[in-house]
């Protein structure tokens, strides 16, 4: 879908690596949260932000404890979702 490497989870995409960056799913509801940690910025591959998803930086998941908080994130939205 967008170039990189995605894990799914129950058939929605969780989380991936773009190049350097780690993509992670969100949800609208926590999009803005997100934002707001260092090193993350809106998903924008196709010119328009994907609201729901966002990049982060190689410094924002440096040490396991922040890739995991990552990737809890990404996990929390899609097993909240229907499996597909």
């Known amino acids: 879908m967008f170039g990189g490497l995605a894990f799914m989870v129950n058939g929605h995409m969780c989380c991936g690596i773009v190049r350097k960056d780690l993509v992670v799913r969100t949800g609208p509801d926590e999009y803005e949260a997100a934002l707001s940690q ?28 922040d890739l995991k908080t990552w990737i809890l994130r990404g996990l929390h939205f899609v097993l909240s979702l229907p499996p597909k």
């Open 38 to 65: 260092p090193h993350a910025r809106p998903m924008n591959f196709t010119g328009r932000p994907m609201r729901g998803f966002v990049y982060v930086g190689p410094s924002g998941c440096q040490s396991t404890r």
